[in-house]
């Protein structure tokens, strides 16, 4: 199976609809807050575990009261929620523009150089390998990956003019969702290590074994 865009349906097309500018400065500095806490909270709970930071400890590492800090996050765990999503949200965004006729990859930006690189990349995998031994963070990784199966369903049913609730195209998103979650944590188990692999090419390697147990 090959992970190539479906024809699209013959009824009317999808409107493109595509950011228009910057957000509000308000908007950007509440991101560039909630990237800071999540980062204090990645270094302290690679440090001390999450039992062993408080909110208290996080709040005062961003600089902000733990008052504040609840405005951002409803728990301590969930403060490292903008490291985990970041990668998702360009990927759906890609997935928006994805024209038919080209491969996922090339669509997913997989193809180049600087693929997958942020200046975080080395948070997000001490982060990504902490979700594999704190349940709380698990919790959060898992839930942030149902969230992207869900867009990923919305996007795939409004091309193919299906419905996203489709047993189809639910496991079609599911199988794209999984792959490619499994290929983040298996690129943050290796990440640092000599010869690690860059993350553009586990992430096609999951997709193609995804593509190969799942023939059409």
Not at 74 to 87: A, D, H, I, M
Request: neutral net charge; contains cysteine.
């Amino acid at each position: 199976m090959e992970f190539t865009p479906p024809a699209a349906a013959p009824s009317a097309p999808r409107p493109v609809v595509r950011r228009t500018g910057r957000p509000p400065l308000t908007e950007r500095r509440k991101a560039a807050t909630r990237l800071d806490i999540s980062r204090q909270a990645v270094r302290l709970f690679a440090a001390h575990g999450v039992a062993g930071t408080s909110a208290d400890e996080i709040a005062a590492a961003a600089g902000l009261s733990t008052r504040t800090l609840w405005r951002y996050f409803p728990s301590k765990e969930e403060c490292v929620r903008p490291l985990l999503t970041t990668g998702l949200e360009d990927i759906v965004e890609r997935l928006r523009d994805w024209p038919p006729g080209v491969p996922l990859t090339e669509a997913l930006g997989l193809d180049a150089d600087d693929a997958g690189r942020t200046s975080d990349s080395v948070e997000v995998a001490q982060l990504v390998r902490l979700t594999g031994d704190e349940p709380g963070l698990r919790a959060v990784w898992l839930q942030i990956h149902s969230e992207a199966a869900d867009a990923f369903a919305a996007i795939l049913a409004e091309r193919e003019g299906r419905d996203a609730a489709d047993l189809a195209v639910r496991v079609r998103a599911g199988t794209l969702n999984v792959a490619l979650r499994i290929a983040v944590e298996e690129w943050a188990r290796h990440a640092g290590a000599p010869g690690a692999p860059a993350l553009r090419h586990v992430m096609r390697a999951a997709l193609a074994h995804a593509a190969a147990v799942l023939p059409d």
